[in-house]
């Protein structure tokens, strides 16, 4: 079995580059004891602000053996987003890399299950399920787990050899496979990211978010006004925010993304601060057809806009 095992881990890691995945790494399903006990710490200091579906399903969202039966191996993917491409107005509100071109739900999930399929008709039957943000998955924690980088002082994973932009995705299933071990931290002295953050939402120590201060969580999860306390504090994001990963020194290692439907509307970049201060929601609805942006709705982007003043 432990050859059929190296023999199938290899095919499966093999198919996944060929689909464009920049990494992969596979881990042992089971509860993941000390990442639950970090989340109802999380929890309990309400560093997930209103987003109330973190702690739902919580004991799902700490063992996949819960959420997939019979559940044996899950294979963690990384999937590269940068982009070195800039907005030509400097004073234009930024908008996060990730969220410039379709979103990235819609294109994992078919390589997901081109993968699934793959294994499932090529090498041996299985059953299982695939997740990119869409289920109670500890994604970061089983790609740390499975040796794709580790958790950096910003709280996102770093890959020693290219950096952090990436979306990350999971194939949980009942086939054993071989198993990567993770990988040590990097960080080291480094405080970039600390330093940088604008609302001061990352522990001073690092390696902790509080995610009602993160400008992400601002512009996009939350529904009701933003606090008056974080005026002049937004670095002028109006969805999302790069900046912990702009000043990452691994991101140095960072490579272009070569996926055509991340390309964002070819006027996206070239929107003046005016041309935002003036959006219309037929202009919305032509920069961000089938964008993540479409989370927040034209007037919550509308929203962000005016926050910036």
Known sequence: MSLDKAIFTRKIKDKAIELGFAGVGISKAERLDLAAERLQNWLDKGFHGEMGYMANHFEKRVDPTLLVDGAKSVISLMYNYHSEDKQIDKSAPKISKYARGKDYHFILKDRLKTLFNFIHEEITPITGRVFTDSAPVLERDWAVRSGLGWRGKHTLMVNPK??????????????????????K????????????????????????????????????????????????????????????????????????????????????????????????????????????????????LKRNIEFLG
């Open 162 to 183: 290219k950096g952090s932009y990436f979306f990350l995705a999971e194939l949980i299933i009942d086939l054993e496979l071989e198993y990567d071990s993770a990988m």
């Open 185 to 300: 931290d990097y960080c080291g002295t480094c405080t970039r990211c600390i330093d940088v953050c604008p609302t001061d939402a990352i522990d001073p120590n690092g390696y902790e978010m509080d995610g009602s201060k993160c400008i992400s969580y601002l512009t996009i999860e939350l529904k009701g006004d933003i606090p008056t306390k974080f005026e002049g504090k937004m670095d002028n994001w109006m969805f999302g925010c790069d900046a912990c990963q702009d000043v990452c020194p691994w991101n140095r290692f960072s490579t272009p993304h070569q996926e055509p439907e991340f390309l964002p509307h070819p006027d996206l970049l070239k929107m003046t601060k005016d041309d935002w201060n003036n959006l219309t929601q037929e202009r919305f609805s032509e920069l961000f057809k089938k964008s993540p942006v479409k989370r927040t709705k034209y007037s919550g």
